[in-house]
């Protein structure tokens, strides 16, 4: 009885949705104000009863409610709790359900946060957010319902896949998808301020915080995944190009574009068409990494189950959306004109180097991803593409994006003089050559790439230091007053957000050169050696978890005489899947290495197979994500975003009235 | 409209229409690097017998299909009925027995119909490395002279075997029948 209630506020709220992207766009079209107001109602509703059902399928898990096909194909009754109710967002269904849910919350976050724009403006954001709502949650309802039952019922349920059952899936997907959907509100907003012919200063700062906030949690989801599969799938691997990862990764180097393209909107009124081109690929990137996680285009060790007719349906959504906005884009684009001016050496420039190089990089993985299929396509032979292509297509695009990082901050819009950058910047400059040079010494043989690396990343952070004492200003001002300056987070967020940044590459350039991995075979008390850590085999033993039994290898780790750490990698048999052995690895973190043991299969006798690993600096590379995600959260919080919007409320009203004549006159 | 927006245009189709013929593929339908290669060498004792040595030779003669099983395979189990037909009209049928026990694979057959001609017994994977043995059951087309000519994967079913494998037999043996006559 329970389902068919969550099914129903399903349809409920897909009714809604549908009202939704009609009324509010009717009403800014006629110049209506209680159909745009009707906009508001709609999205708290569709909400509430989006709210509702992910409640319904939540509790169905926990009260083992097999009766629902999708609870007995990802759920069993001695799962442990925690791991019920992440099974929700564990299969196809549950996870598009999540996904509309989190499309809905974000919607109810625009009427929540959007009282001081202008109500064209929020009924237009609100009407394309309906349209995207009702596409997925049409999808949901007619070729993916979770709350579809099955008779007989089965007494025991399937279980959810043991590689699931971990804390990264608590986090993963919910961060990830909040992300993705988020690409929908930034793209609701391209879409008003092309329907609307108003693209100035006050809309890129409107959209600046979502385009932030979206673009937060695509770091933290990306992140999260990283770590996760980092110590799960029991090899250190931490990316792989994978093309469900880069359906993630493709939107999040456009969103990383669109930020930095939406300030120079912002600040100089430039960028402007392409600023909403970055906003529609966003979100296209968005579907189209939906499409290939859920049709099965692409194989991937992440892809669902899959059914042609789900890929029919979302190929659907992705064309609409495509030829849709393209459409309006056409039509509209050249109306919103062109920006101020600026020289060939400015910060303008530099942001523009760095969005043609992010945008060239996201071009590169896509033709990546989607090139298998284009040669499957015309019958030329299956083929990957793997990690040796991205890797060296992506690190001459991103060495130079770095060496922007550094200088963009410091120098000035509109014009600036390349002497003055020099001047300011050239201890910087020598200091970060030198630390990077010498730093690979630290650990073993000197790379030339590494090295240049390594220099780039404390370029970046020296640059950032040197632009914060820059802003402190004189000495003679008091203390007060020149912190204040500096904790504006908007500025704050920026330079942490590029710290963040240098941090990850720090770890990733160490990681890929230094990193010694090691397959050796122990018997109780036997040693092996890896990186100047010594590891023995103490005992072996049985454990027994809640679903699962497995074998527990305790191994001690010696570095040069002193104990480092007592590690215990386990081999897991979980009860639904016994064929199917899981590795949890087991892992001693700190500042600047990671020590890791995988336990690997029983060999003759009482010896079994490990796999050792020394991983430097990987700790920098969840610290540079969170600092990434931290700094983008400083500057979407910015109040520079509210209090502007409280001081234009007077020529709002000038505005207002101007752009309901225009649209009066247009059609 | 601008040129440079039809080409955005064009673009956006021509990744539409991709997308949509991505669609009708199926990615997981591996090929084999082996399809147009010898028959990879081997030698494992007979299942009935562990005194006999078997050998590649053994499958080779005649177009054959070469199938992979074990007792502990439950697909192997719903798939042999259709290799029971297949060996009742007259394709020879060889196998690995694969990661299996001898006591209760030939327990299994002697409870059960046999529709093997050959078995060889390889209990620790040993030829299934060698013929790229992803998972059982699979099924392997050789022509008259040992030459892989198609690999299935996963178990075979009517539809395949009157699309797929039935048309290939007959080609072959047709080319077969051709040669002999010339020579």
């Known amino acids: ?667 | 409209m601008k040129p440079r927006l039809i080409l955005l245009l064009l673009g956006v189709s021509a990744l539409l229409g991709l997308l949509f013929m991505g669609l009708g593929l199926n990615s997981r339908d591996l090929p084999s690097p082996l399809v147009g290669k010898p028959a990879p060498p081997f030698m494992l004792e007979a299942l009935e017998n562990a005194e006999v040595i078997l050998t590649e030779r053994d499958f080779i003669g005649e177009v054959a299909l070469v199938n992979v099983w074990a007792t502990w395979c439950g697909t192997c189990r719903s798939e042999k009925p259709l290799l029971m037909e297949l060996a009742r009209g007259g394709i020879p049928i060889h196998a690995f027995n694969y990661r299996d026990e001898r006591d209760s694979a030939l327990r299994y057959l002697n409870v059960s119909d046999n529709p093997y001609r050959t078995i060889a017994y390889d209990p620790k994977g040993d030829a299934g490395i060698d013929w790229g043995v992803y998972a059982t059951p699979e099924t392997y087309v050789l022509d008259a002279e040992g030459v892989i000519r198609y690999k299935r994967i996963g178990p075979l079913t009517r539809q395949l075997l009157l699309d797929e494998v039935l048309p290939l037999i007959e080609t072959l043996r047709a080319g077969e029948a051709r040669r002999m006559a010339q020579s």
Not at chain 1, 6 to 30: D, E, H, K, R, Y
Not at chain 1, 430 to 449: D, E, F, I, K
Not at chain 1, 459 to 466: E, K, N, R, S
Not at chain 1, 542 to 567: F, K
């Open chain 1, 1 to 667: 009885m329970v389902a068919e209630l969550g099914n129903f506020a399903l349809i409920l709220a897909l009714c809604l949705a549908i009202t939704q992207s009609v009324l509010p766009w009717l009403g800014a079209w006629l110049g209506d104000a209680r159909l745009m107001r009707s906009g508001r109602f709609l999205a708290t509703g569709q909400c509430v009863f989006l709210a509702l059902a992910f409640a319904i399928l939540v509790w169905a898990f926990a009260v083992d409610d097999f009766t629902v096909r999708y609870v007995a194909s990802h759920s069993s009754a001695d799962q442990p709790l925690i791991y019920k109710l992440t099974a929700a967002w564990g299969g196809h269904e549950g996870s598009l359900l999540l996904w509309v849910f989190l499309l809905g919350a974000w919607g109810f976050a625009v009427t929540l946060f959007s009282r001081s724009l202008p109500r064209e403006v929020v009924a237009r954001v609100l009407a394309v957010l309906g349209m995207v709502s009702a596409g997925f949650v049409a999808f949901t309802v007619f070729t993916s319902n979770p709350f579809e039952r099955v008779v007989p019922a089965p007494m025991q349920g399937r279980g959810m896949n043991p590689l699931l059952q971990d804390p990264g899936m608590i986090l993963h997907p919910p961060l990830l998808y909040m992300g993705y959907v988020g690409t929908a509100v930034i793209f609701a907003f391209a879409i008003a301020a092309l329907l609307g012919g108003r693209l100035d200063a006050a809309w890129a700062r409107w959209s600046r915080p979502w385009t932030t906030a979206a673009w937060v949690f695509l770091t933290l989801g990306i992140t999260v995944g990283a770590w996760w599969a980092y110590y799960e799938l029991g090899w250190g691997g931490w990316w792989f190009w994978d093309p469900v990862e880069n359906a993630s990764f493709l939107p999040w180097l456009t969103a990383t574009a669109l930020i930095h393209s939406l300030a120079v909107t912002e600040k100089r009124g430039g960028f402007k068409v392409w600023t909403l081109m970055l906003a529609i690929a966003t979100f296209a990137l968005t579907v189209l990494g939906a499409f290939i996680v859920r049709s099965g285009v692409i194989t991937s060790v992440h892809a669902f189950a899959t059914d042609p007719e789900r890929g029919v349906f979302l190929l659907g959504i992705l064309s609409l959306t495509l030829l849709g906005a393209l459409s309006v884009y056409t039509w509209r684009a050249p109306k919103v004109g062109l920006g101020g001016a600026f020289t060939g050496y400015s910060r303008e420039s530099l942001l523009l180097a760095n969005n043609v190089l992010l945008a060239v990089a996201c071009m590169a993985v896509f033709v990546g991803t989607l090139y298998p299929l284009a040669l499957d396509a015309f019958g030329l032979g299956k083929i990957s593409v793997g990690p040796p292509y991205f890797e060296t297509v992506f690190a001459p695009l991103m060495l130079p994006l770095l060496l922007l990082v550094g200088l963009g901050p410091s120098v000035a819009w509109k014009q600036a003089s390349p002497g003055d950058t020099v001047r300011q910047l050239r201890w910087a400059c020598v200091a970060s050559v030198l630390a990077g040079g010498l730093w690979p010494l630290a650990l073993g043989t000197w790379q030339p790439l590494t090295a240049l690396s390594l220099m780039l990343a404390v370029w970046v952070v020296l640059t950032a230091l040197l632009d914060v004492r820059r802003r402190l200003g004189s000495a003679r001002q008091p203390w007060p007053t020149r912190l204040r300056r500096v904790l504006r987070p908007s500025f704050l967020g920026m330079h942490l957000a590029h710290m963040g940044l240098a941090l990850v590459v720090v770890a990733i350039a160490m990681v890929n050169t230094y990193e010694v991995e090691r397959d050796v075979r122990l018997a109780p008390g036997e040693t092996a050696s890896a990186a100047g850590f010594d590891f023995t085999l103490r005992r072996m033993e049985s454990v027994r978890g809640a679903n699962w039994e497995g074998d527990q290898a305790v191994v001690e780790v010696v570095r040069e005489g002193r104990p480092i750490a007592l590690l215990t990698p386990q081999r897991r048999y979980y009860d639904a899947q016994p064929r199917n052995p899981m590795n949890q690895a087991s892992l001693d973190r700190s500042a600047t290495r990671d020590v890791y043991v995988s336990l690997g299969e029983r060999l003759e006798g009482d010896a079994w197979s490990f796999r050792l690993y020394y991983k430097p600096y990987m700790a920098w590379m969840w610290g540079g994500g969170l600092l990434l995600a931290l700094g983008g959260l400083l500057a979407a919080a910015d109040r520079r975003y509210r209090l502007a919007r409280r001081h234009r409320d007077e020529p709002q009203v000038a505005v207002r009235r101007h752009a309901t004549i225009g649209e009066t006159i247009q059609p």
